[in-house]
């Protein structure tokens, strides 16, 4: 079987790739159980630490970067349980190779986390953090689609498991739910080596802002 071992900060190291890890292998994607919770928000804090509106957001190392992320992340995955899709990669301790968060028609924007991630929230940022994500939030806010449709709230595959399919897996999973129910989609990025991926998925863009001095490209899914 496989073991996936690895390091808080620079990530997981893949080791033993066993029969599961064919290419199709690392495609499949499965719901994450709720114990696997902090295994994500590793995976993701890191999946997003070089992330441009990352850096501008929180300014610090790429040590800070994954640290406040993993809070941001806790906060995220506290107020999404039962609320949101979560899926993993469906291998073994999929979940410290990233993963996605999703929200059904009506489901954006996620209430605020329970008391105590809040507060891990505030402690873990700083000031200046929290007020430049909010400032993010609220530009991206004002521009959010009123009509119904589906969320891509975060989609992230930690950097050393990258290239394998794994993010294009746990996409097409989503998306056919999204299918199956019927309705368009939406998601932000702020890297441009993401549009071509997503066009490959059937999203296109429409519209591109500038936040915190960072492009960031709006896209949409007409229903299928
Ligand atoms: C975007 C992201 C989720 C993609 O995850 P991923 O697991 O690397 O995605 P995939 O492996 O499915 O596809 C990525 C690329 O690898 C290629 N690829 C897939 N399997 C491959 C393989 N076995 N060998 C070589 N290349 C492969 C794909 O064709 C794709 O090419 P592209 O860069 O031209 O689009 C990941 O890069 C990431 O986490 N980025 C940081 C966070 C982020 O920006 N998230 C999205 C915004 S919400």
């Known amino acids: 079987m496989q073991s996936t071992v690895g390091d808080k900060e620079k990530g997981p190291m893949i080791a033993n790739p066993g029969a599961e890890k064919t ?57 999404a349980g039962g609320r949101a899709t979560i899926l ?5 301790a999929g979940a410290g190779l990233g993963g996605l968060i999703a929200l059904a028609p009506g489901g954006w924007p996620l209430p605020p986390p329970p008391v105590f991630a809040q507060l891990e929230y505030w402690f873990g940022q700083g ?12 530009v991206l806010a004002e521009l959010h689609p009123t009509e119904p449709h589906w969320y891509l709230q975060l989609l992230g595959v930690a950097p050393e498991a990258r290239r394998r399919g794994i993010g294009a897996g746990l996409l097409e999973a989503w998306l056919e ?11 932000e990025t702020d890297r441009r080596e993401n549009l071509g991926f997503y066009n490959r998925a059937g999203f296109e863009v429409v519209g591109t802002e500038e936040i915190l001095g960072t492009p960031i490209w709006r896209m949409g899914r007409p229903p299928h």
């Open 127 to 138: 000031f200046g953090t929290l007020r430049r994500w909010g400032k993010a939030y609220h």
């Open 88 to 92: 993993v990669p469906a291998v073994q």
């Open 23 to 79: 290419a199709s292998g690392w495609r499949r994607a499965r719901p994450m159980d709720v114990s696997e919770a902090f295994e994500l928000a590793d995976s993701l804090a890191l999946a997003f630490r070089d992330n441009p509106l990352n850096r501008a957001a929180i300014r610090g190392s790429a040590s800070r970067r994954v640290r406040s992320n993993r809070c941001g992340m806790r906060a995220t995955l506290a107020a």
């Open 177 to 187: 739910d999204v299918d199956r129910e019927g309705g368009s989609a939406y998601l």
